[in-house]
């Protein structure tokens, strides 16, 4: 696709429950991020991958949160026994490259936890 | 740690004319990056500008330019000839090591 895509757009969950949100990047980008954005607030970093390996997690608030990327192209970001806090919209970025390149963003999936 | 500070919650505009926003950072560093992004109620993140510290003038992308200056750690951003399609969140961000975004403002163009 021409751009960064998440799915799902929308996720309601249970509190206690697992999930799963995905992102694929711009085909070719090396650099993938996680964001978290909270009502009313500015993207919040979560981690960062170079290829296949997290060079950055020092974001994940703790260890409930949990992203891969096994082929250096899509990401999934784990979620277990989610909490009402985690109720946010997750956005996914790429790059190019690494740090110092644009990023540029999905549509981000919004989080609800009941 | 890296701080992005937006003090401007929200403004308006009357369409056609021009409006600044503030961004001020405070860092440590003397190499990083300043981006202007742009979120409209779909959420997808724009581009607007972007800004390598090293380089001493100010970036500028048709309608949009920057004010930076390095010194007073200060990163704003003129929007000039205001449509309405410039209605949105804005976020000023700064990246060295990770990106950090600002709280936003909220920019209303008005016909």
């Known amino acids: 696709g021409a751009g960064v895509s998440q799915t799902p757009s929308n996720k309601v969950t249970e509190k206690g429950k697992y999930v799963e949100l995905r992102c694929d990047p711009i085909s070719g980008h090396t650099a993938l991020y996680w964001y978290r954005q909270s009502l009313g607030q500015g993207p919040e970093f979560l981690i960062y991958f170079q290829g296949t390996g997290a060079a950055d997690d020092s974001g994940l608030p703790n260890d409930r949160f949990f992203a891969v990327r096994p082929e250096g192209s899509v990401s999934t970001l784990k979620i277990q026994r989610t909490e009402r806090g985690d109720s946010a919209v997750y956005l996914c970025a790429s790059s190019l490259q690494g740090l110092g390149e644009t990023q540029y963003f999905g549509p981000g999936t919004r989080l609800l936890v009941l | ?111």
């Open chain 2, 1 to 111: 740690a890296q701080t992005v500070t937006q003090s401007q919650p929200e403004m308006s505009v009357q369409e056609a004319e021009t409006v600044t926003l503030s961004c001020t950072y405070d860092t440590s560093e003397s190499n990083y990056y300043l981006f202007w992004y742009k979120q409209p109620p779909s959420r997808q993140m724009i581009l607007v500008i972007r800004q390598e510290a090293y380089k001493q003038q100010n970036a500028t992308e048709n309608r949009f330019s920057v004010n930076f200056q390095k010194a007073a750690k200060s990163f704003s951003l003129k929007i000039s000839d205001s449509q309405l399609g410039d209605t949105a969140m804005y976020f000023c961000a700064f990246m060295n090591n990770d990106m950090r975004f600002g709280a936003g403002t909220r920019l209303t163009v008005k016909p």
